[in-house]
């Protein structure tokens, strides 16, 4: 990245790809600490479920853009929990130890609720989706 101020204060340069690549790396590093929530809450109104089965469907559900490893979603689920946004239970497992299970409570499911209502469907409003699609149309 070539940047500089020229003499009237104005901000002049150029971004290259590998500069272009390392500003959206760091941008989706940001965005992406929030949507580990997002997923996690969002799978765990589908079922109860254990962090490593968690972190492979979150994987999946987001297309490989979200990787949590068990740690993440572990130290995630005890944040949640103190926050009475999920609740767990040890239960028996087949392969090995009692694995913990988590499970959204009322308080967790409103919660989602009400994210996805200010902060996903309006991605689906006709005049965003619209812009959406223009700049995905122009830079592919």
């Given at each position: 990245m070539n940047l500089w101020y020229n003499t009237a204060g104005t901000l002049e340069g150029t971004c290259s790809?590998?500069?272009?690549?390392?500003?959206?790396?760091?941008?989706?590093?940001?965005?992406k600490k929030g949507l580990l929530t997002f997923w996690a809450l969002l799978l765990l109104?589908?079922?109860?479920?254990?962090?490593?089965?968690?972190?492979?469907?979150i994987a999946g559900a987001?297309?490989?853009?979200?990787?949590a490893d068990d740690n993440s979603i572990y130290r995630a689920m005890r944040r949640?929990?103190?926050m009475g946004l999920v609740s767990s239970t040890l239960q028996d497992?087949?392969?090995?130890?009692?694995?913990?299970?988590?499970?959204?409570?009322p308080?967790?499911?409103?919660?989602?609720?009400?994210?996805i209502r200010r902060n996903v469907d309006v991605f689906q409003e006709p005049d965003v989706a619209k812009r959406i699609a223009a700049v995905s149309a122009?830079?592919?």
């Open positions: 790809t590998m500069d272009l690549d390392e500003l959206l790396a760091r941008w989706e590093e940001s965005y109104d589908e079922r109860p479920m254990y962090a490593a089965e968690m972190s492979e469907l987001s297309r490989g853009t979200v990787v949640f929990e103190n497992s087949d392969a090995g130890p009692q694995r913990r299970y988590y499970e959204l409570t308080l967790g499911r409103q919660l989602l609720a009400r994210f122009a830079n592919h």
